[in-house]
């Protein structure tokens, strides 16, 4: 919306109808925007994140939700569920999109969700959609405001989903805070 800058007196007056409104309605207000996920946006461009406790990339830690695995797997389904499922969660909190270029998954889903705890990435191209003026997807998450905790699923020095890089990551996530059972 484009308008004309408003004087000292004009400010004045929307600031006595803002109180009133505030007044009234603050409580319906910030319900709806809680549901509409908007109320992060609104604390931010007061200047107050903190108020819900939110991490420095913006994100509110959501540590009982969603874990995404994304990336080539260089193992089974069944053994990444087995992995995840002997630190005790159930299969219902693990999303796996499990090809190497995974086209299929909108990595803007995960922004500002409420759904998802933390995402565990492993081999894909660097050259996606999605990745807009970051060098690759899996950067783009982990340094854009409001994404979840981003892990790099990693075998010594490269990107590989095992079940060891899965466990480490776990293993880090639980300790750190970022996720819980």
Same mark, same amino acid.
């Given at each position: 919306?484009?308008?004309?800058?408003?004087?000292?007196?004009?400010?004045?007056?929307?600031?006595?109808?803002?109180?009133?409104?505030?007044?009234?309605?603050?409580?319906?207000?910030?319900?709806?925007?809680?549901?509409?996920?908007?109320?992060?946006?609104?604390?931010?461009?007061?200047?107050?994140?903190?108020?819900?406790?939110?991490? =420095?990339?913006?994100?509110?830690?959501?540590?009982?939700?969603?874990?995404?695995?994304?990336?080539?797997?260089?193992?089974?389904?069944?053994?990444?569920?087995?992995?995840?499922?002997?630190?005790?969660?159930?299969?219902?909190?693990?999303?796996?999109?499990?090809?190497?270029?995974?086209?299929?998954?909108?990595?803007?889903?995960?922004?500002?969700?409420?759904?998802?705890?933390?995402?565990?990435?492993?081999?894909?191209?660097?050259?996606?959609?999605?990745?807009?003026?970051?060098?690759?997807?899996?950067?783009?998450?982990?340094?854009?405001?409001?994404?979840?905790?981003?892990?790099?699923?990693?075998?010594?020095?490269?990107?590989?989903?095992?079940?060891?890089?899965?466990?480490?990551?776990?293993? =880090?996530?639980?300790?750190?805070?970022?996720?819980?059972?």
């Amino acid at each position: 919306m484009q308008y004309l800058p408003l004087d000292a007196d004009e400010i004045v007056e929307l600031e006595e109808k803002l109180l009133a409104i505030f007044r009234e309605d603050l409580h319906i207000i910030l319900l709806n925007l809680n549901r509409t996920e908007q109320l992060g946006n609104l604390l931010s461009l007061l200047g107050h994140p903190e108020l819900l406790g939110i991490n =420095d990339n913006g994100y509110v830690p959501l540590t009982d939700r969603t874990i995404v695995i994304l990336g080539n797997s260089s193992i089974s389904v069944n053994d990444i569920l087995k992995t995840i499922s002997k630190f005790g969660f159930p299969k219902e909190r693990v999303e796996l999109h499990l090809e190497y270029k995974p086209n299929g998954f909108n990595i803007d889903a995960l922004k500002y969700s409420i759904n998802y705890s933390l995402v565990l990435v492993g081999p894909m191209p660097h050259s996606m959609e999605g990745k807009d003026e970051y060098s690759s997807i899996i950067n783009r998450m982990e340094k854009e405001a409001g994404f979840p905790p981003v892990k790099r699923l990693m075998a010594g020095e490269e990107l590989k989903i095992t079940k060891t890089s899965i466990k480490n990551a776990i293993d =880090d996530a639980l300790s750190r805070g970022l996720i819980t059972l």
